[in-house]
């Protein structure tokens, strides 16, 4: 007979806990018999006390198992998916996701909305007319196994570790966040659950990701891997820098514009070379090594497969995206050489614009945010546009432009050296 005060007591007390105690806790949590405070006082001793590797896979399989674990592995073509952890300007599922498709794996991506200054790709999609987040398992299944579509990007439906929605609800009011074990193993349990077959992490680290530090991003990504790996999955993650943000955009129909440039075969360097590195993990995950995802992308067969992916969830591929009602300019006070953009006051900045959402459930400004004329490295003269901001609620503009006055310097003697965009990767 198990107690929810004993197990609280044995992790406040820096045991470790059995997996029975594991699976009965997250279970009868799910089923509301272990209350809301008991749950988070036992995340607030798990943010202190930590998990071991044993603890953190048995935790993250309880969550897969409150719910349904998908499986795709009839579907004729390796499936694979790609998970961020989040940044500023963060689009590449877009391209990623079509373009990945066109070179012959399937993607699975049950994808989220944005909270705070980080944007979701269900918002982003969002803003193209018509298309719809929610798709049941057989069409999702049909649309994947369809080879001219082959990727599907939906909302979580509520049978999908179900134990991790209120347990991330709860962190969230409870400054339960940040503990690499609870983050890992909820990112990774709906992960494993959506039956995907390979994964390639993208895990953020700089002033606009949710980890600021390569070290706590290295031990994050370090135990993703391992739970995906220890569940069947081929987990690879690459670090990447998000101290300035992806591309020339933040912002829901802003990004999707971007996005559609990439594939196009233009679009901005940085946010084609991190598009293209992932799908060379994505391919290399599943399998495929004789496609060089350059060449879809270059040919247009990522663009038909979006047209086609974007037709299958409801949305006109060719319908006028939202546009703000209002922009304001922020120019250049001096010439010179742009040496930072911040990727936080960025992201910070869109959000009170209205491209992002205070609380789950609020309405997101498709048409909101903020367009980047310069990027770190590049020459501006006096005067000259330096970032564009939309909005459909003018009043936001003092706030955004308070939180933009510090987000960039220009000087006319420091030229930065460029960061590269990928500082490690690690695998199991
Ligand atoms: N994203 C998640 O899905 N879970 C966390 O715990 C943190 C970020």
Redesign the pocket.
Known sequence: MHSAVDVIRAKRDGGQLSDAQIDWVVDAFTRGEVADEQMAALAMAIVWRGMTRRETARWTQAMIDSGKRLDFTDLGRPTVDKHS??GVGDKITLPLSPLVAACGAAVPQLS?RGLGHTGGTLDKLESIPGWQADIPVERMRELLADPAIGAVVCAAGADLAPA?KRL?AL?DVTGT?ESIP??A???MS?KIAEGTGALVLDVKVGRGA?LKELDQARELATAMVELGTDAGVRTVALLTGMDTPLGHTAGNALEVCESLDVLAGGGPPDVVDLTLALAREMLAQAGITDVDPADALADGRAMDHWRAMVRAQGGDPDAALPQARHTETLRAPVSGTLTRLDALDIGLAAWRLGAGRARQGDPVQAGAGIEMHAKPGGSVVEGQPLLTLHTDTPEAFPTALEILRDAFTVSDTDHPTPQPLILDRITA
């Open positions: 952890t989040g989220g991790d991330y962190r966040v609870l983050i193993s909820s990112i709906k949710f």
